[in-house]
């Protein structure tokens, strides 16, 4: 319980230093380099065997949302400049030290304490939701956004847990990518 605590805290504190004190690119970078050094260091499940009707699943999802049209999705609630650099950038960083934590890390964690594979897929599911109430604290987010893109995320975490224990974390990262990349591509289209 004790490695569980400290790991949260050491989570959040390295995301807090880093996106307080870097400049954001430099920052998105860095943590990408440092959870994917992490991979070895928990001895995550690395393999990457997942059915290849989730990526197709997903690339076709990533198609759609960039064919609706505009006032079916209200991408100006996020209020963030995404320059080419940064659209490669955040989904990269994004899937990677998100997954790695919450599907990687915490969930390896979880599990040796709660040993309930649901239960610990809820409580990281929950955690994976709630992180991103920074979005909306340093305003990149409108709070109506947070709130109801929330119960996604959830849903997606939930996902992305079963896809973990079952397929790995390059899966995970992999499909987080495929769900982050799209979106970005279609904010980025719209300003440039």
């Known amino acids: 319980m004790i490695k569980l605590i400290f790991n949260i805290i050491l989570y959040f504190l390295l995301i ?16 990408s380099i440092l959870f994917a050094i992490l991979i070895p260091i928990y001895n995550l499940k690395f393999h990457i065997d997942s059915p290849s ?36 950038l955040i989904p990269i960083s994004a899937s990677i030290t998100e997954e790695v934590f919450f599907r990687g890390i915490l969930n390896e964690l979880l599990v040796d304490v709660i040993n309930n594979v649901i239960y610990v897929s809820l409580i990281s599911s929950f955690l994976f ?3 991103h109430i920074f979005n ?13 893109t929330f119960p996604f995320r959830f849903a997606f975490g939930i996902f992305f847990s079963i896809i973990y224990f079952k397929y790995g974390i390059l899966s995970t990262i992999f499909l987080h990518f495929l769900v982050d990349f799209p979106a970005l591509l279609r904010i980025y289209k719209r300003v440039h």
Do not use: C, H, M, Q
């Open 16 to 31: 807090y230093l880093i996106e307080k004190n870097i400049k954001f690119e430099t920052g998105l970078l860095l943590k």
């Open 53 to 88: 009707l989730i990526y197709i699943i997903f690339i076709v999802y990533g198609i759609i949302i960039n064919i609706l049209p505009e006032k079916w999705i209200k991408t100006d609630s996020l209020r963030i400049y995404i320059n080419t650099k940064r659209l490669i």
């Open 129 to 131: 939701a709630l992180i």
């Open 136 to 148: 909306f604290l340093n305003g990149i987010e409108e709070k109506k956004y947070f709130l109801i």
